[in-house]
């Protein structure tokens, strides 16, 4: 399985979803965001099509959070130093069919319109915004169920969130 991960914002786990990925076996290749533009660009395994992109960063009703960058580093201007899913409308990348995003308040209908029309067949991401811990932890027993036990992400998904209290669970969004 090759993974990309899009870390925006949220070093520690995205470290440790990489070390847990590859002693699952996996091919990961970490993109560090270094300006807004970046993100756009970040999807793929420098060349090689992603079968799972996670993003890694933080969010709230205002998007995905991005650090504040100083006046002039990119083109791209971002509102509120968010990216929200009108940012992500016309995303030309070619994204991997499954993208999970870490960041809270990201599991919504409007980012996942956004994701499907980018080529995304699923989109999982926090309904809310969870416990900070619960995250790696609900992921690794969801990758664990479908790298090592061969389980469809939707049902993976609903058996990581069944560890947990309804308020910490991810949802899944079919295109």
Not at 7 to 23: F, Q
Not at 31 to 60: E, M, N, Q, R
Not at 63 to 74: A, H, K
Request: hydrophobic share 45%.
């Amino acid at each position: 399985m090759h993974v990309s991960i899009v870390l925006t914002d949220d070093v520690s786990e995205a470290l440790l979803l990489r070390a847990l990925l590859e002693n699952f076996g996996a091919q990961v290749h970490l993109h560090a965001i270094g300006k807004p533009s970046d993100f756009f660009t970040a999807f793929d395994c420098f060349g090689t099509p992603a079968d799972l992109a996670i993003i890694a960063g933080h969010g709230d009703e205002g998007g995905l959070i991005f650090p504040e960058m100083g006046e002039g580093v990119d083109t791209l201007v971002l509102p509120n130093n968010r990216i929200t899913p009108g940012l992500l409308t016309g995303f030309k990348t070619s994204l991997p069919k499954v993208v999970i995003s870490t960041a809270c308040d990201s599991g919504r209908p409007d980012f996942a319109r956004a994701f499907h029309a980018a080529g995304a067949e699923l989109y999982i991401a926090p309904r809310d915004y969870p416990t900070g811990s619960v995250v790696p932890v609900l992921l690794a027993l969801a990758l664990h169920r479908v790298i090592e036990q061969g389980s469809g992400w939707p049902a993976a998904i609903a058996a990581a969130n069944a560890a947990f209290n309804e308020d910490d669970g991810f949802v899944v969004f079919p295109a």
